[in-house]
């Protein structure tokens, strides 16, 4: 049963730069695909960032190309983003998921993190 725990979130200003940690206790399987995702307030959740595992395959939302970077660590079963020019629009919870689909629907993922609050100011 993999248990998925976020780190990292805070309150920057815009242009700041944040990198968050989702490690994973327990196994992830090499066809599982890992993924960020978030809520912004009265809003629904939706995808920031999903990768397969173990390979290069990922897709990036369009608001976040070029500002965001997902990258995992096989050793340690973590999952990082890396946010470049943080923007207000960015403020949201992030949370980090696993599936075993390549999908951007977060139904399509049945193991989530407790989520981490990322606020932006102007």
């Known amino acids: 049963q993999v248990q998925l725990t976020e780190s990292g979130g805070g309150s920057v200003q815009a242009g700041d730069s944040l990198r968050l940690s989702c490690s994973a206790s327990g196994r992830i399987y090499s066809s599982s695909v890992v993924g960020w995702f978030r809520r912004a307030p009265g809003k629904e959740r939706e995808f920031v960032v999903i990768?397969?595992?173990?390979?290069?395959?990922?897709k990036y939302t369009d608001s976040v190309k070029g500002r965001f970077i997902i990258s995992t660590e096989s050793a340690t079963n973590t999952v990082f983003l890396q946010m470049n020019d943080l923007k207000p629009e960015d403020t949201a919870v992030y949370y980090c998921a696993v599936g075993s689909q390549f999908s951007t629907m977060p139904s399509d993922y049945n193991k989530w993190g407790q989520g981490t609050q990322v606020t932006v100011s102007s």
């Open positions: 990768k397969r595992w173990k390979t290069s395959s990922l």
